[in-house]
């Protein structure tokens, strides 16, 4: 997408440089036409959204004031830097945001000078910017370090951590506290009403509002009341919080007044210490369908700028999200034991329902995953039913909790761990691609991986149901089109499902890929096993199989290095049995961003890569796949 009329200045800026040439008088065009820019491209390709609408004049007021890439910005959540990376050379390519072989959706080093630290996840910022600004340090470098968190990423534990040691170490690092009240969801937690509490104060604005028609504050009573204000603003506002932290608090200010952006960064641009900037902001700022529906207007498909988003039509196939939301509340309505508990995930991971219908057992926790499993640990020891709703990748965050909280116990806690596998557009840092590996070598945890809708519904009421910690690990989006049981069925634990009795050849299959897997096993006149459970494995079929085949092939749609196939790989040796085997999945290497089929395609796992792979490596049942295509 070119930048051209009517985007007279910002077609002319191809870096910060070229911002940092025009005078601020300038800068309130510069943001106009940027959230116009944005709005045009995101709603031609979408996109990450609302978040971006709502750091325009922040973003250019820091890279008007700062030098970067010399100075740098560290951005936290990472979707917010849409207008940043706009500004940073990357505005003709910004359309092909989050698609195959296009700008990657987040902050990433190999993409940009200007990206100064890869993020996806939330809460990084500001240790990152310590670390670089105690390294900068030590060698005599000056230059700036500034943190940029917003979208309730300081609700998360590790933003404290950070607050805690910066403030004590005294770094020259300056964070920039983009106060919006939002995450993807509203924020919650005591520091959210806290904040809202302060920066609305009737109290403190009256006062400043009297102080100023009142009095001259270049008069001696005018500079008493100045310092009054100063110390009821500390009875108000966050400053005490932050200060007594160790870090200098200015604020708070509006973060969509350019003037204002700018006196209050320069003025803190070269104080000595931590410093940290209170910037008030709306998240969807400048469109008015996404400010008044910032939750909708996060992310967004392609739409109509003049007519906002179409309403979306009902897919004929639910999700494997919607089949997780309403089990929930089935399963809810059965026993009232059942908490839920989400870190600030409600709508990606399907617990709108549920929040409303049974509020009083809902608990979001803002961004705090770690918080989230051990929450789940108290609760059953005291006899409640916890599931914990979480993305793959997010579950990463918690994994010593669920060690040595859940698993360590053997605390009855069901983790419901919705994006498993291939997500696709987010990349690498939302890829679910561990799971399995990070899961199974621990001891207690039961560990399932469905194959179709129904069996996911079965598998979630198997986990609840199992006196343990359990997993059912399940993709992003829809499946195979398997109809639903209303029923809260469950399976017996640790038995797989043989789909299809061939010869020679047998596939077992983990999850999400059984629909590739049997096309190939049709075609090669394979065997084909839906193993079901990682862990317990069914041992039996693995021997049974192993007896009766030459070669057999695992399938999953997580890292091979560890993976499902590993463990039947290790079953096999522990019994003493020698037979070829290959395993198929997620390669050794962080994979790309693109749709879901682009990502399947580049790991070797779609229907063509995997039936090449595996005739490549079992050759003589290259008759097989020919007699069956002549067929």
């Known amino acids: 997408m070119k930048a051209r009329a009517p985007y007279p200045l910002l077609s002319k800026i191809d870096s910060p440089a070229d911002l940092r040439r025009l005078s601020d008088d300038q800068l309130p065009a510069v943001a106009d036409e940027l959230r116009r820019y944005l709005i045009e491209a995101v709603a031609s390709s979408g996109g990450h959204f609302g978040s971006g609408l709502g750091v325009v004049e922040l973003t250019v007021a820091l890279h008007h004031v700062f030098e970067t890439p010399v100075d740098r910005l560290v951005w936290d959540v990472g979707h917010q830097c849409y207008p940043h990376k706009i500004l940073t050379g990357r505005r003709d390519r910004i359309t092909t945001i989050k698609k195959k072989d296009g700008l990657t959706p987040f902050p990433t080093r190999s993409e940009s000078e200007y990206d100064t630290f890869g993020v996806g996840h939330s809460s990084t910022s500001i240790s990152a ?74 109290t403190l604005n009256a006062l400043r509002q009297q102080a100023k028609k009142a009095i001259s504050k270049e008069s001696a009573i005018g500079r008493a009341v100045s310092r009054l204000e100063e110390h009821a603003k500390g009875m108000f ?101 059942l908490m839920a508990i989400t870190p600030a995930m409600r709508e990606g991971s399907g617990l709108v329902r549920f929040s409303k219908e049974y509020p ?15 929450l789940a640990a108290g609760m059953a020891c005291e006899g409640a039913k916890p599931v914990v709703a979480i993305y793959s990748s997010f579950l990463q965050r918690a994994y010593d909790q669920a060690i040595h909280d859940v698993a360590l116990q053997n605390l009855d806690v069901t983790f419901a761990i919705d994006r498993a596998g291939v997500v696709g557009p987010d990349g690498a840092t939302h890829a679910g691609s561990f799971d ?44 195979m089109g398997t109809a639903l049981r209303p029923e809260l069925d469950t399976l017996p634990v640790g038995k797989a499902e043989l789909r299809r009795r061939g010869s020679d050849l ?28 990682v862990k317990p494995l069914d041992v039996e079929m693995i021997l049974d199989m192993a007896r009766t085949h030459d070669a057999i092939v695992t399938i999953e749609d997580n890292a091979v290095a560890g993976g499902a196939g590993s463990a039947v790989a290790e079953c096999l040796a522990e019994n003493g049995v020698v037979l070829p085997i290959m395993h198929l999945g997620l390669p050794d290497r962080y994979l790309d961003h693109g749709s879901r089929e682009e990502v399947l395609s580049d790991a070797g796992l779609d229907l063509p890569s995997v039936r090449a792979a595996i005739l490549r490596r079992f050759p003589q049942f290259a008759g097989k796949a020919s007699m069956a295509s002549a067929s």
């Open 436 to 479: 399995l590996s990070f899961l199974r070598c621990l001891p207690n945890m039961v560990i399932m991986a469905p194959a179709d809708e129904n069996e996911c519904r079965m598998m979630l009421s198997t986990g609840y149901e199992y006196e343990g910690p359990a997993a059912i690990r399940y993709p992003r989006g829809t499946g």
């Open 360 to 374: 009083q057992r809902y608990f979001d926790v803002a961004i705090a995953e770690q918080h989230a499993v051990t």
């Open 129 to 202: 910017a310590v670390g670089m600004a105690l390294a900068a340090q030590r060698k005599g470098d000056d230059r700036k370090m500034v943190a940029i968190i917003g979208d309730g990423a300081a609700t998360a534990g590790m933003a404290f951590e950070a607050l805690n040691h910066g403030g004590d170490a005294e770094p020259n690092v300056l964070v920039v506290f983009n106060d919006n009240g939002m995450s993807i969801s509203e924020n919650v937690g005591a520091l959210t009403k806290f904040m809202a509490r302060a920066t609305s104060s009737a």
């Open 506 to 533: 047998a596939i077992l299959s983990f999850g999400a890929l059984l629909g590739t897997a049997s096309v190939v096993a049709e075609e090669l006149d394979a065997s084909l096993v839906n193993m079901r459970f």
């Open 237 to 337: 506002v966050p400053s005490i919080l932050f200060e007594e932290l160790g870090f200098h608090y200015t604020g708070p200010i509006d973060g969509h007044n350019i003037p204002q952006l700018l006196a209050a960064l320069r003025t803190v641009k070269d104080l000595p210490g931590p410093q940290l900037l209170h910037v008030i902001t709306a998240k969807g700022k400048g469109y008015a369908p996404a400010e008044n529906g910032p939750i909708e207007y996060h992310a967004v498909s392609p739409f109509d700028p003049e007519a906002g988003l179409a309403k979306k039509a009902k897919s004929g196939k639910p999700t494997y999200t919607d089949i997780f939301s309403d089990w929930l509340c089935d399963m809810a309505a059965t026993d009232e034991r």
